[in-house]
């Protein structure tokens, strides 16, 4: 009776929303590309609509939170999906870039709403003794997805044209509100009173925003990690990584048609070989006990690198699938060491202003890896894969001794504790 009580708990309909959502995500994450590259043939071009697709969270994510916490998150939640629903669907309609460009805005600014409204509704949702049940739901449904989404390009390729990518996306995102339909209304937070900025506060705040952005982020972000090498060396090669993961998804969508055209959904399918990976590598990097986490950080980065690399090289699909798959294992071990570890050494008092700078400007590296790879396939895939395998090695070989011989004591204190 437990079982079954539990089985239809509300927090299970929120995984079932956000299982849903995620593969329709997926779907249009592989469509765009594809479309781009099918309908204008431009790397530079694609590069542009992902880059833009980006941009919303790149600029206006650190707001977002105190928007969906002031309003109902339920609300929000459909809302937002209804209206990326609606753009999702408009897209495969386009008939020039730019207006691709304007809707890949718009599913960027929808996107900064309908997956955090959704895990805004975890704290309502979970009930208490349960919070490990629940998150480990909202973990699984957000995981399996990134396997799923991709790999269903195909047989929707082979069924239908390209569009059908966008519009089966487009109604997931609605099938998405479903499970949410019929869990209530959810108290707002209460928020500090709001007064009614003038026109030169207003001003003066848009001139300030890409300074918070840039210049506050980075210097209060360094004031953190400076406190500890490992820690330091951890965070900029995040953001390395990260813009090589940006070049990465250029390239694997020109690579994709360019060496497999007669494999119908071959990008979907690759995504899908990488995430597969990631489940395994997971799973893995925690019983890997005898290998210190960050000689396994140091060692999965260079590795994934060269997988990169060989790519472009490989003599078939199935070799390609298999290092995606390695590529997906590495970098899942990694992500695995990288948030143990900052959990490890940071001060639990600068936890969440570490990532809320941290995020911003990992989204600017996205941001720079997308426009540098629309602009690095146009001389030849060889050549963007010796710059995502060089952004990925190179900093973390020039780092190599904070993690060959890593800080070993995690920090105790704040600076201002340090201080008194």
Same mark, same amino acid.
């Given at each position: 009776?437990?079982?079954?009580?539990?089985?239809?708990?509300?927090?299970?309909?929120?995984?079932?929303?956000?299982?849903?959502?995620?593969?329709?995500?997926?779907?249009?994450?592989?469509?765009?590309?594809?479309?781009?590259?099918?309908? !204008?043939?431009?790397?530079? #071009?694609?590069?542009?609509?992902?880059?833009?697709?980006?941009?919303?969270?790149?600029?206006?994510?650190?707001?977002?939170?105190?928007?969906?916490?002031?309003?109902?998150?339920?609300?929000?939640?459909?809302?937002?999906?209804?209206?990326?629903?609606?753009?999702?669907?408009?897209?495969?309609?386009?008939?020039?870039?730019?207006?691709?460009?304007?809707?890949?805005?718009?599913?960027?600014?929808?996107?900064?709403?309908?997956?955090?409204?959704?895990?805004?509704?975890?704290?309502?949702?979970?009930?208490?003794?349960?919070?490990?049940?629940?998150?480990?739901?909202?973990?699984?449904?957000?995981?399996?997805?990134?396997?799923? =989404?991709?790999?269903?390009? =195909?047989?929707?390729?082979?069924? #239908?044209?390209?569009?059908?990518?966008?519009?089966?996306?487009?109604?997931?995102?609605?099938?998405?509100?479903?499970?949410?339909?019929?869990?209530?209304?959810?108290?707002?937070?209460?928020?500090?009173?709001?007064?009614?900025?003038?026109?030169?506060?207003?001003?003066?705040?848009?001139?300030?925003?890409?300074?918070?952005?840039?210049?506050?982020?980075?210097?209060?972000?360094?004031?953190?990690?400076?406190?500890?090498?490992?820690?330091?060396?951890?965070?900029?090669?995040?953001?390395? !990584?990260?813009?090589?993961?940006?070049?990465?998804?250029?390239?694997?969508?020109?690579?994709?048609?360019?060496?497999?055209?007669?494999?119908?959904?071959?990008?979907? !399918?690759?995504?899908?070989?990488?995430?597969?990976?990631?489940?395994?590598?997971?799973?893995?990097?925690?019983?890997?006990?005898?290998?210190?986490?960050?000689?396994? !950080?140091?060692?999965?980065?260079?590795?994934?690198?060269?997988?990169?690399?060989?790519?472009?090289?490989?003599?078939?699909?199935?070799?390609?699938?298999?290092?995606?798959?390695?590529?997906?294992?590495?970098?899942?071990?990694?992500?695995?060491?990288?948030?143990?570890?900052?959990?490890?050494?940071?001060?639990?008092?600068? =936890?969440?202003?570490?990532?809320?700078?941290?995020?911003?400007?990992?989204?600017?590296?996205?941001?720079?890896?997308?426009?540098?790879?629309?602009?690095?396939?146009?001389?030849?895939?060889?050549?963007?894969?010796?710059?995502?395998?060089?952004?990925?090695?190179?900093?973390?070989?020039?780092?190599?001794?904070?993690?060959?011989?890593?800080?070993?004591?995690?920090?105790?204190?704040?600076?201002?504790?340090?201080?008194?």
């Amino acid at each position: 009776m437990k079982v079954r009580s539990w089985a239809a708990a509300p927090i299970m309909r929120l995984a079932a929303s956000i299982f849903i959502l995620g593969i329709g995500t997926g779907l249009v994450l592989v469509g765009l590309p594809l479309l781009v590259l099918k309908e !204008y043939s431009t790397g530079f #071009g694609l590069g542009l609509v992902i880059a833009l697709r980006i941009l919303p969270n790149f600029l206006l994510g650190p707001s977002v939170g105190g928007i969906i916490d002031s309003r109902d998150p339920l609300r929000v939640a459909v809302i937002a999906s209804v209206a990326s629903a609606a753009f999702t669907v408009l897209v495969p309609l386009t008939t020039a870039l730019w207006q691709l460009c304007l809707l890949a805005l718009a599913l960027g600014l929808t996107s900064m709403f309908t997956g955090p409204a959704r895990m805004a509704l975890r704290s309502w949702l979970i009930p208490e003794g349960r919070e490990m049940d629940g998150n480990g739901a909202i973990v699984t449904a957000e995981r399996v997805p990134d396997v799923l =989404g991709p790999a269903m390009v =195909g047989p929707l390729l082979l069924m #239908g044209s390209l569009d059908w990518l966008f519009f089966m996306g487009g109604l997931l995102t609605v099938l998405a509100c479903v499970p949410l339909l019929g869990l209530g209304s959810f108290p707002r937070q209460p928020t500090a009173s709001r007064e009614s900025p003038t026109k030169a506060a207003e001003v003066s705040g848009l001139r300030r925003l890409i300074g918070r952005l840039f210049t506050d982020n980075a210097r209060s972000l360094a004031e953190v990690v400076r406190m500890d090498g490992t820690l330091t060396a951890l965070t900029i090669t995040g953001f390395t !990584y990260v813009f090589a993961l940006g070049v990465g998804r250029i390239f694997l969508s020109e690579y994709s048609i360019k060496h497999f055209p007669s494999i119908d959904g071959a990008l979907g !399918y690759l995504m899908a070989a990488m995430a597969f990976g990631g489940v395994i590598g997971g799973i893995a990097a925690p019983r890997l006990k005898r290998v210190h986490p960050c000689w396994l !950080y140091f060692a999965g980065n260079i590795l994934e690198g060269v997988c990169w690399l060989m790519l472009p090289f490989v003599p078939s699909f199935a070799v390609a699938s298999a290092l995606m798959v390695l590529a997906g294992v590495l970098e899942s071990a990694a992500t695995v060491v990288f948030f143990a570890e900052v959990q490890i050494r940071l001060p639990a008092s600068f =936890g969440g202003r570490y990532y809320a700078m941290l995020l911003p400007l990992t989204d600017a590296c996205m941001l720079l890896g997308s426009v540098v790879g629309g602009a690095v396939v146009l001389a030849g895939l060889p050549w963007a894969a010796l710059v995502i395998c060089v952004a990925m090695a190179a900093p973390i070989i020039m780092l190599g001794r904070l993690f060959l011989n890593p800080t070993t004591l995690p920090i105790a204190h704040t600076p201002q504790e340090q201080a008194n």
